[in-house]
């Protein structure tokens, strides 16, 4: 796969917008103008590896988010009852980044691991 500014420009503004955070604030906690941030994600400027890492945690994604597919994300979706898994590319509705973004906060592993407990408790009813 060729990754160019304009792929990850792309991925900047995506993340950016699934934590609902503005151009001015992201400029802000890497130490750089909105403009900067808003020449990144044209992909008219080119991001060092240094600031990529910096806007990578400031977004709590993995470095590896700026280099993956821009149309689409795959999304593994799992049926426990036929006891198979099926892995279809699609894009995360709001529902489902908002879902994310929450379960990135949560303060630690306990946390999360309580929750998934808990949604596959409710999946397993239906």
Known sequence: MVVDSKMIGHRIKQGRE???ISQERLG?????TYQQIQKYEKGT???SAERLS????????PISFFFESTKESLVSEKCEEKNYSVQKEKTLSPQEQELLNYFRFLPDKDTRANLLGFLRAICKKK
Do not use: F, M, P, R
């Not at 910096?54 to 994604?61: D, E, G, M, P, R």
């Open 45 to 47: 400027n080119k991001v």
């Open 18 to 20: 699934q934590l609902n």
């Open 54 to 61: 910096s806007i990578a945690k400031n977004l709590k994604v």
């Open 28 to 32: 802000e906690l890497i130490g750089v």
